[in-house]
């Protein structure tokens, strides 16, 4: 290699080189004692070495600077990508567990992930793959995951391009199914990023009425093209399956239904429930030969019973309108 790849110096004036950038900040830790910022601190860094100890970055062989309650740490180029969305990630999880074991104050970490151009000068790093990977750890939709949910010890936030190029690709360790898309607003950014909760199978994102909760990002998630396309293989195109996405929105309000047979639920043309194309017709005459109601697949009639459907009657068959479905 070079020695501009190696320390990033062309002609004796920093150059940036593309390196992996990870921004790490513990939680609350404005609300501990000094003994207890002590603590978790060191906790932090030694969490950190193991982490990179297991994909085989050792000390001295990268950039890392302390920030207080955080780490800021930029890999050399040759370092790969997938094991840091993999392996780093999940060795840094089971760290952070082990420390917690009995501890009434755990040690919980917001972690954001990038990778770009990154200069590095005798003050320390640049670059805007740097202020992405700040912005990420520091967004509202990460502080609101973990002020809300203080049973994670650790999330994870990387940019649309890190997950589009290396995460979606998959890998041992890595879980692009479980990562779900929200929208980054802070200062200049405006950015799609990825949330991930490890052993979780989606990252407690969503409101109560099925979209993000709103707030300091404004409008709910819309993942960049290339995001979409890159998760298009763990997704259907009318909704979640296997728990991937956000449900279908329904409109505002709670609904209470007290039932005694199967429901249908059809709203804002989204239909939720088992369907059986059941189209229900005006009550016939009594002693009239056909019963209440018409459809696929075994659809109760006006009395209760079974009614099938003429297979001459093509009408019958038809899908409901919105309207029609009960």
Not at 176 to 193: C, L
Not at 223 to 251: C, I, M, Y
Not at 307 to 312: E, G, I, K, L, T
Request: charged share 25%.
């Amino acid at each position: 290699m070079s020695t501009a790849g190696r320390n990033g110096q062309a002609g004796g004036e920093p150059a940036g080189i593309h390196r992996f950038v990870v921004f790490g900040d513990i939680c609350g830790s404005g609300s501990l004692d000094l003994a207890e910022k002590k603590l978790q601190r060191t906790a932090m860094y030694e969490a950190f070495d193991e982490a990179f100890g297991s994909v085989g970055v050792e000390p001295g062989t990268f950039h890392q600077e302390d920030r207080g309650d955080g780490i800021l740490a930029a890999l050399r180029p040759d370092v790969p990508p997938t094991l840091m969305v993999g392996r780093w990630i999940d060795t840094l999880y089971e760290s952070l567990r082990d420390h917690n074991q009995g501890r009434g104050v755990p040690l919980r970490l917001r972690i954001g992930m990038n990778a770009g151009l990154v200069v590095q000068d005798r003050h320390g790093l640049v670059g805007r793959a740097v202020d992405l990977a700040a912005r990420l750890c520091d967004s509202a939709p990460a502080k609101r995951i973990m002020n809300e949910v203080p049973g994670i010890d650790l999330l994870v936030v990387v940019s649309d391009w890190l997950y589009v190029s290396v995460v979606s690709e998959g890998g041992r360790y890595v879980e692009p199914g479980h990562y779900r898309a929200a929208r980054v607003r802070a200062k200049e950014t405006d950015e799609t990023a990825w949330f991930h909760v490890p052993r979780l199978p989606a990252p407690p994102l969503l409101g109560a009425d099925g979209d993000l909760a709103r707030g300091d990002e404004g409008a709910p998630p819309t993942p960049s093209a290339e995001g979409e396309r890159a998760a298009e293989g763990s997704r259907t195109g009318v909704g979640p399956s296997r728990g991937d996405g956000p449900t279908p929105r329904t409109g505002g309000g709670n609904r209470t239904y007290h039932v005694g047979g199967d429901l249908l639920d059809v709203h804002g043309n989204t239909i939720h429930g088992g369907f059986t194309g059941i189209r229900k017709d005006a009550r016939p005459e009594p002693g009239a030969g056909r019963g209440g109601a018409r459809g696929t697949g075994g659809a109760q009639g006006a009395g209760g019973g079974a009614a099938a459907a003429p297979a001459a009657d093509p009408a019958a068959e038809a899908a409901p309108t919105a309207g029609e479905a009960r």
